[in-house]
């Protein structure tokens, strides 16, 4: 089993449409969550942070956090044009480890 | 702060022949890394630094080459290079220190293709 794993979708939706992202994760000892937004030929940047279970909101954007079932999800309310971009789910196990595991990045295409 | 740099953005190269690819970054930050990222298969670490002077393999080293003498540089060299090298590569740094999380910030990607 991977350690990480993403729909790669692709996920096309219309304008205004409630996106759900969603990646789940094998190593129980993973205790940070990000999720990355790349746009096309472009580095990824970071979108949300959370490192507990439960929920955390930013504008339009709802990052939500399972530990139990190790399954994190990436919410869009009021979708728009602009957040067309791959999204990528990142997860560290903390201490002094440093690396980030990713998944394999949700392409989603929000139409007009 | 610029943040992260890589140069160049693209690069064709034939087989056989060698490049570096540069990073930069001016955030201060003491980690260093470097990704490649091939279609639909999210982003592989090739290989990573702690500070100057001390780097280490990650996932996928084979065909790469490393080096790190100052905190802000972060160089990656192709020795022999193979088709199966066409990708995206990325650099990112992080800060462990006081205050520091786990973020990683990217730079914009060089773009190379091998033929």
């Known amino acids: 089993q991977k350690e990480v794993e993403q729909d790669p979708g692709p996920l096309s939706v219309p304008e205004g449409a409630i996106v759900s992202l969603n990646c789940t994760y094998s190593?129980?000892?993973?205790?940070?969550f990000m999720w990355y937004r790349q746009y096309s030929r472009k580095g990824p940047e970071l979108l949300m942070y959370?490192?507990?279970?439960g929920n955390k909101e930013d504008g339009r954007f709802t990052a939500q956090v399972d530990k139990s079932s190790k399954y994190i999800s990436l919410f869009i309310r009021d979708s728009q044009p602009s957040d067309s971009a791959t999204y990528l789910c990142a997860i560290n196990s903390g201490g002094s480890n440093y690396k980030l595991t990713f998944g394999k990045g949700t392409l989603l295409t929000v139409n007009p | 702060n610029a943040g992260v740099t890589q140069t160049p953005k693209f690069r064709i190269l034939k087989i056989g022949q060698s490049m570096t690819l540069q990073c930069t970054q001016d955030?201060?930050?003491?980690?260093m890394y470097w990704y490649r990222q091939d279609p639909g298969m999210g982003l592989k670490l090739i290989y990573y630094?702690?500070?100057?002077?001390?780097?280490d393999k990650g996932e996928v080293p084979n065909g790469y080459n490393v080096s790190r003498s100052t905190t802000e540089d972060f160089p990656l060299r192709l020795e022999l290079a193979a088709p199966s090298q066409t990708s995206v590569y990325f650099c990112?740094?992080?800060?462990?220190?006081?205050?520091?999380?786990?973020?990683?910030?990217f730079g914009p990607g060089t773009r190379l293709t091998v033929t």
């Open positions: 955030m201060n930050h003491n980690y």
């Open positions: 190593n129980s000892a993973f205790q940070y």
């Open positions: 990112a740094s992080s800060y462990s220190g006081s205050g520091g999380n786990y973020e990683q910030y």
């Open positions: 630094s702690v500070g100057a002077g001390i780097t």
């Open positions: 959370t490192y507990s279970s």
